[in-house]
């Protein structure tokens, strides 16, 4: 890292990426690694919105996890009624509904996984 003034520089080996910031703005890129400079005319190479490769399976794993804990937070936390987002009458509902909807994420958490593995 090279400091002067107002500004420093910050040099990375492991990227090849070189990073100057004025103090209180954000890192912009100002030279770029050879490699990305030769890869740079070629369409196969698409950047990623996301970074993080999940697969799939784990991705569908979670989002049924989270409508069973949904329910189960909204049946007996009591904090939506207290609050006003449902009333009294929904929220014993959904401590009923619970008692199906959470088994049933449990089925669709394992059938994911038992089908990945066939």
């Not at 003034?5 to 990375?12: A, E, V």
């Not at 070629?42 to 784990?58: E, L, Q």
């Not at 804990?69 to 007996?76: E, M, N, P, S």
Request: some cysteine; glycine content about 8%; proline content about 3%.
């Amino acid at each position: 890292m090279l400091l002067t003034g107002k500004n420093f520089i910050i040099f990375t080996s492991i990227s090849s990426h070189l990073y100057r910031n004025n103090i209180g703005r954000k890192f912009s890129r100002i030279i770029t690694s050879a490699k990305r400079e030769e890869s740079y005319g070629k369409t196969d190479d698409k950047p990623s919105a996301f970074p993080i490769k999940v697969p799939k399976k784990v991705l569908a794993q979670s989002v049924v996890a989270i409508l069973g804990l949904g329910f189960v937070d909204a049946g007996y936390s009591g904090d939506w009624s207290r609050i006003g987002a449902i009333s009294r009458e929904t929220e014993d509902l959904l401590k009923l509904g619970a008692f199906v909807v959470v088994p049933l994420c449990l089925y669709f958490i394992l059938s994911f996984s038992k089908k990945v593995e066939n």
